[in-house]
């Protein structure tokens, strides 16, 4: 399947503003990337300008934001920039930063979705790479009630819902079916935080860059007078009071459940450290940076693990076959009880796919396990010998008058049982060109989407001697 092509910025675009936690000013430049550059950050402060992949493998610290680092270089509170990037569908940029932490702007997304709608998209001679999740993922921590849930989907969609047992929040929820909704839905919602957690970040030497524009306030406990004349001194404001909903009076909401909109919008970013779109439907609970983090890597290492085996043949029924058992008993010299492949449903000069419908009624599940029924490993070589004999044999204008040897079997691997009702495909690639009538092979048996077993293969092509 195809999903288009990767994408870059057009034209770099800069943007400056305060670090939430260091309050320090800094610069943030997104440039423009070549085909699977991915998305890094670059600390151009410092002494060799090091640069920092967005890679949840290298996730130090969760305290209140995410931090990346790499041979001793920060770069932190990355959600929100990660968050803007995939939201606008970038596959590669490099992010240019002249400080340790992202500025936090007005506490959401938007600048940087604005920053990154000036800069332009520019479509990229390379097919954009999106893993397809064919199994559910579940992931969860019992001590917090955190909850993670990926499911098989046709795009992207992620939900959060968010229990912070509050009066003022009470149960939310917030979605993104779609990556095209990212702009308006989820973007511009900002972070947010209880009051209560106000004093203590302060004094934890957080929260250097908040001004309260930045930030909706949860007012979760009553506010004393004295309180109140400290925070506003604290946030450097004439006056602070209490709106009905329950916020301080320095934002008002866009959306009742811009809190779980929020967390939505930091879940994309962690989760934009995978390094791979990912075609998946996503449902947390009670989400948060760490656990973010940790679903990350568990996604990462999936995909990494998939990746590495090879894929499964897709088989349409309604389709007719290249070969059907009367053709492949006309070119294997094989016959029944023996004859161990029903159709041929793909061939080309290098791969072929062969099909077999397992039954009860096979000869060999009379003494192999009898009451617990299974396809003897062997066979399944066997079929797949066959299947790569149709490949060689296909092509030869006499192939009766020929016979195949098994010379060589290496990296034999029986991942799951094969059983009565089982439609198993077998694919089989040359590895190397025939010579002198030696055939290298590649097999892997599929049952659904599940590899069964793999082996390499060689043969030799033998012409019948005249008795």
Request: with cysteine; aromatic share 6%; hydrophobic share 40%.
């Amino acid at each position: 399947m195809s999903h288009g092509f990767q994408q870059t910025i057009r034209n770099e675009v800069s943007l400056t503003g305060v670090g939430l936690h260091t309050g320090q000013n800094v610069t943030v430049t997104f440039v423009p990337a070549p085909p699977n550059h991915g998305i890094k950050f670059q600390r151009i402060d410092l002494d060799g300008q090091p640069i920092i992949p967005a890679d949840c493998d290298l996730v130090t610290t969760v305290q209140r934001g995410t931090t990346l680092e790499k041979n001793n270089a920060v770069v932190a509170t990355v959600e929100h920039v990660m968050s803007a990037l995939v939201g606008m569908q970038i596959d590669n940029c490099l992010v240019k930063i002249d400080g340790v932490e992202m500025p936090i702007m007005d506490g959401s997304a938007r600048p940087y979705v604005e920053a990154l709608e000036k800069a332009g998209t520019k479509e990229l001679p390379e097919e954009r790479d999106v893993f397809e999740l064919r199994q559910n993922i579940y992931y969860s921590d019992k001590e917090s009630g955190v909850e993670y849930f990926a499911m098989p989907s046709n795009r992207y969609k992620v939900t959060a819902l968010i229990d912070y047992k509050s009066e003022v929040l009470g149960q939310q929820h917030a979605s993104m079916d779609n990556v095209s909704d990212f702009k308006k839905e989820i973007a511009p919602a900002r972070t947010f935080c209880f009051l209560h957690e106000l004093e203590m970040l302060y004094e934890a030497g957080l929260i250097r860059g908040g001004d309260l524009n930045n930030a909706i306030v949860v007012v979760d406990k009553p506010v004393t007078e004295e309180e109140r004349i400290k925070l506003a001194k604290l946030f450097n404001k004439p006056d602070i009071t209490v709106v009905e909903e329950g916020i301080l009076n320095n934002v008002k909401l866009y959306h009742h459940n811009e809190p779980a909109r929020h967390k939505l919008l930091d879940m994309i970013g962690d989760l934009g450290l995978v390094g791979t779109p990912i075609n998946a439907n996503i449902v947390a609970t009670k989400p948060g940076h760490k656990h973010n983090v940790e679903f990350a890597k568990i996604l990462k290492q999936h995909i990494r693990q998939e990746k590495m085996k090879p894929a499964a043949p897709e088989y349409d029924p309604n389709k007719p076959p290249v070969y059907d058992a009367v053709d492949i008993e006309r070119i294997l010299p094989h016959r029944y009880p023996f004859l161990l492949i029903d159709k041929i449903i793909h061939l080309t000069d290098k791969e072929v796919i062969g099909l077999k419908a397992v039954t009860f009624n096979e000869e060999f599940f009379r003494g192999h396990f009898p009451g617990n029924p299974v396809m003897p490993g062997v066979l399944q070589l066997e079929a797949m010998a066959q299947t790569g004999g149709i490949l060689v044999l296909g092509n030869l204008p006499d192939p009766h008058n020929y016979d195949t040897y098994f010379l060589k079997i290496n990296n034999v691997k029986f991942r799951h049982h094969v059983v009565p009702g089982d439609t198993v495909l077998f694919k089989m690639e040359l590895t190397a060109p025939i010579r002198r009538g030696l055939v290298e092979m590649k097999g892997s048996a599929f049952v659904g989407n599940k590899l069964v077993s793999e082996a390499e293969l060689m043969a030799k092509i033998q012409r019948k001697e005249n008795k």
